[in-house]
């Protein structure tokens, strides 16, 4: 993955000001920062949720592509797991994890099957059919890393995964990230404040004003 000096900027505010980064294939990398600092900013260009200013994106040795080719990418290529786990709270937790597999061509059964061996990854099997306000805050974080890994995208993005769990759930959460990038060779690249995610990462880098220091 790499990122060449991309700008993004809000109206008067400059979240990125030629920020440039690469991360080898496997690799865990922590980007820290203040709040506003421009983290969550950097990791929704590279998952295409927006489009820089300038500069370029790349995953895979493919440009991030831009407009209706992004839905594909995310669908494809690229995982998300944010702060506010995102969970349809009518759903149940596999029906969530299944969410990810709708629009993939998956039937129904396959869709079942793997969303129940994804719950089971994140020790969850005995969860499978409760809603997301029958679930521990950790526990909806984990049916979150499911849903996003259920495409195998090549790269992974948490945003804060952390941020609303308390010690023991952060542990937890950031445990089974680093087994899962482990044991499936993907990418994983984390905004954090988290130090125990520091010490487990392979690089940390630091972003403040828009630039990586």
Do not use: C, W
């Amino acid at each position: 993955m790499s990122v060449e000096r991309v700008f993004k900027t809000y109206g008067r505010v400059e979240a990125l000001r030629g920020i440039s980064l690469t991360v080898a294939p496997g690799e865990l990398v922590t980007i820290t920062g203040p709040s506003g600092s421009g983290k969550s900013t950097l990791l929704n260009l590279i998952g295409a949720l927006d489009e820089p200013d300038s500069g370029t994106i790349a995953v895979g040795g493919r440009p991030v592509p831009k407009s209706r080719e992004a839905v594909e990418f995310r669908r494809r290529v690229v995982g998300f797991v944010f702060q506010d786990n995102l969970l349809l709270p009518y759903l149940t937790a596999q029906s969530n994890v299944e969410t990810a597999l709708m629009a993939t061509g998956v039937g129904h059964d396959a869709r079942r099957e793997r969303s129940g061996e994804l719950l089971a990854e994140v020790g969850l099997s005995d969860r499978v059919r409760h809603l997301p306000s029958e679930l521990s805050a950790g526990e909806r974080q984990r049916v979150a890393i499911a849903r996003a890994l259920a495409n195998e995208p090549l790269l992974l993005l948490a945003d804060e995964p952390t941020g609303a769990l308390d010690s023991d759930s952060s542990e937890r959460v950031l445990s089974l990230l680093a087994g899962v990038r482990e044991r499936r060779g993907m990418t994983l690249i984390i905004a954090s404040h988290d130090e125990m995610l520091a010490r487990r990462a392979d690089r940390v880098v630091h972003i403040a004003d828009g630039h990586l220091g």
